[in-house]
């Protein structure tokens, strides 16, 4: 079946030339390793062993570059492995390197398949194929029927079993295994042994740290440590199975890997999977703390965004009845130049063209006579029309009684009026309805069909004619301009804003289009600036004041969230140390952290503002303004986010700087 090699005609797969590590320990040198020089060749099963503190742990490290020696050469497959940065080194672990830990080292959290699969999704393999390649795996193993068991659920030797699966995943050349029998019984032991001595006979180089005799007589060589130093050396078998049997997975790995930013969504599925099973199944103390630090951060600042909000609605709809949001343009001649004609068409120029103009009313009235049986009163006579961009307005007033002139009575000149409170007293009896009676205006019927509510001064310009008194009749503009006025020249035209606080530009819009218009500047253009000024500094204060809160409690949420996921990083710290095992980079591990943070800050923001939609009554009820939109919606959620990415990171990085081998050792 196989080829073979007689030994010295293939280059040896791992070269040691004098290696020497050492430690510092409470101050005083330690020498792990001195002048260690040894050959292993691909299909080699050796067992290293010697007395605790030999140095075997810290030669394993080495040779699986988890570690670098202080002095000699380590070549792999003939090339320098000293010379090579952190991400080349977990590109070697990667590709080239499975271990096999004592304690399995598997992720509680995750099935047996996921762990498998584990190493080919720092490799970058597509899902579909290294979900194909460890099913396989695992049923190559007498595993099929484990595949979706975690590893509580599993015996020790299943558990080795997907532990040494996962370290024939991307196809290693070397397997490197600690102690893989040792917490075995002897059953499961053997199990394990007979699929590493298959491992080596299928052209791995198999090398295992072990005491047990067992192990060591299987083994085709025997390294004995002492003091750093090899004590002993079988030597490499006089024959070796060929290398045609080798595994191909590492490069059909190579082929199938996903690129760009299809391995980064990967990477995010993956992320948020082993979170959500991490968090629903192991820690879910940590998790529900972090999400809800960052829910009373999002609370906060969702309360007071929309009180800011709340409070400047309040702000505008009484700046509305002051006028504040309002400008009007009258004729007036300046600089010797004539005083301009204003026209409807100007009003209908302004309401389209002026983005911030929401509503134009064209002001054309009179006094005149009114007249009701024997009764008669001297009237403001008020032609009315109302031109929108959008058509619909919500500036029709309030009326006691009544309907108010539509757009119809307008077209159709109807001879129809709503009178103000002080007319309907002048004229009528105090329990009389004045609406369906028809009044004299010039000589002329018209019918009444509405009454308006109190002084309704917010209609139109304060004062405008009276009309503060309610002493005033409203028409339809084109029967007060053709029946009663015999112009349809508005005396003026008023202006009301969206945007109180875009006054000024809006102004200038108005004054550049009617400049346009009509060839010259013979018009006034007049608004209440001194209020529109403090309207805009006040605003600015609330968001200034309200919004330092809520930065000050998302800031807390934020050092929450960090606190947290720091105990995260050192509780998982073997967990980590395990990832960099089977290849992840240091940029793997901390993208993991950040995505966790992330990921339960957005959580947190959400309940924070289900919490602050459910609040929202209970603010109301005390008499706070609130007011929510969707960018204050869409504005916590990005800060939770953007919270969890910043105070993510911190401890992401402390978690990717980790030493693996230290991180190994580690106790949890
Ligand atoms: P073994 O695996 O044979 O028990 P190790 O390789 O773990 O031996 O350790 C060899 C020597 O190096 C021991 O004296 C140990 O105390 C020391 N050593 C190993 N790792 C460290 C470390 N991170 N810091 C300090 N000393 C260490």
Redesign the pocket.
Known sequence: MLATWVMGSEPPLIELERVGRR???KGAP?V?LRDVSVRFHAGEFVCIS??????????MHILGCLDTPDSGSYRFAGREVQALGADALAWLRRRAFGFVFQNYNLLESATARENVELPAVYAGLAPGVRRARALELLAELGLERRVNHRPSMLSGGEQQRVAIARAMMNGGRVILADEPTGSLDSKSGEEALRLLERLAAEGHAVIL?SHNPDVAARAHRRVA?LD?RIEADSGPPARLPGVTAFRQGSNAAEMAAIGGLGRLLDRLRTGVASLRANLLRVRRIYAALTTFSMLLGVWVVVTMLSIAAGVYADTLTTMGQLGTNRMQVEPRSRDGERSVDLTLQDAYAIAEQVPNAERVMPLLGQKLTARYGEKSQLVSVEGYIEITAAGASRYAPRLERGRFITPRNNDNIDQVGVIGRAVKDALFSVEADPVGQYIVLDNLPFLVQGLLDGEQSHIGAPGWLGRRQGRFIMVPFRAAAALLLGTDAPQALEITVRDPLKMAATAQAVRELLIRRHGGEGFLISYSSARVEQMGRDRMNLWLGLGSIGLIALLAGGLGVMAIMLMAVSERTREIGMRMAVGARRRDIAQQFVIEAVALAAAGGVLGLLVSLASNPVAQSFGIPTAFSPWILLAALACSAGTGLAFGIAPARRASRLDP??AL?ARR
């Open positions: 430690y510092v320990k330690v792990a010697g007395p605790s503190g030999a140095g075997k742990s810290t030669l740290i440590l750093g081998v230290a050792a």
